[in-house]
């Protein structure tokens, strides 16, 4: 059974304190790992797709990050906007390609 | 860019009536939509996986002729909440997969009175 575990569950930081955020996962065959940002009251808003371990993906403050059991969203120099939860998934590259879902992290980012 | 809409944004209805909640892909062709309801501060949970043209499948506990699904085209799929009570009150979201591509639609929130 596929599992994601995304850690820590909240995360408080001041603005411009750099941290990472994790998500380990098992998978049979691994077709793809989804980091997703979600507001308040949104549906959640796709970040990135990384494919085979070692790829890298960066978006302004944001860089993703996958090895062979975890990924990792590292946020540098985040400010108050970057506050959301962030949501990962994987996606087995076999069955009904069903996305299997962390719980997220929550970050504050107070000024 | 491809995105997935999503209509209406907010329903409030009365308990006992149906509420119909449509999903479409721009842009990109969604050959699975999966529908996911998701209650405050929890994760998402998937409700059914639905494939264009053949019948949803649905996860365990959710009842299919109460939550009706149509995926009638690459790039429509509708859920209906029928006969709908209090506890139906939730954010219901839908994500589409193409195979390569994957996105949320931005979320319904249905409130039952």
């Known amino acids: 059974e596929d599992q994601v575990t995304q850690s820590p569950e909240a995360l408080r930081l001041q603005e411009g304190e750099s941290s990472s955020l994790n998500c380990s996962y098992t998978?049979?065959?691994?077709?793809?790992l989804f980091w997703y940002r979600q507001d308040p009251g949104k549906g959640p808003e796709f970040l990135f797709t990384?494919?085979?371990a070692g790829e890298e993906k960066e978006k302004e403050r944001l860089k993703a990050t996958l090895t062979k059991k975890e990924s990792f969203l590292h946020i540098t120099a985040p400010k108050p906007e970057d506050s959301a939860t962030y949501l990962c998934?994987?996606?087995?590259?076999?069955?009904?390609?069903?996305?299997?879902f962390g719980r997220g992290t929550s970050l504050i980012v107070h000024p | 860019g491809a995105v997935v809409s999503q209509h209406p944004s907010w329903v409030i209805c009365k308990s006992g009536t149906s509420v119909k909640i449509e999903c479409r892909s721009l842009?990109?062709?969604?050959?699975?939509m999966f529908w996911y309801r998701q209650f405050p501060k929890q994760s998402l949970m998937l409700m059914a996986t639905?494939?264009?043209?053949?019948?949803?499948?649905?996860e365990q506990g959710v009842e299919k002729d109460k939550f009706l699904i149509n995926h009638a085209s690459l790039t429509l799929s509708t859920l209906t909440v029928t006969s709908a009570h209090p506890e139906d009150s939730s954010f219901y979201i839908c994500?589409?997969?193409?195979?390569?591509?994957?996105?949320f639609g931005p979320g319904t929130r249905l409130t039952v009175t």
């Open positions: 998934a994987v996606q087995a590259d076999e069955g009904s390609y069903i996305p299997t």
């Open positions: 998978v049979s065959g691994l077709r793809g």
């Open positions: 990384l494919y085979s």
């Open positions: 842009d990109f062709q969604a050959t699975t």
């Open positions: 639905s494939n264009e043209g053949s019948k949803a499948t649905y």
């Open positions: 994500l589409g997969d193409s195979g390569h591509e994957q996105y």
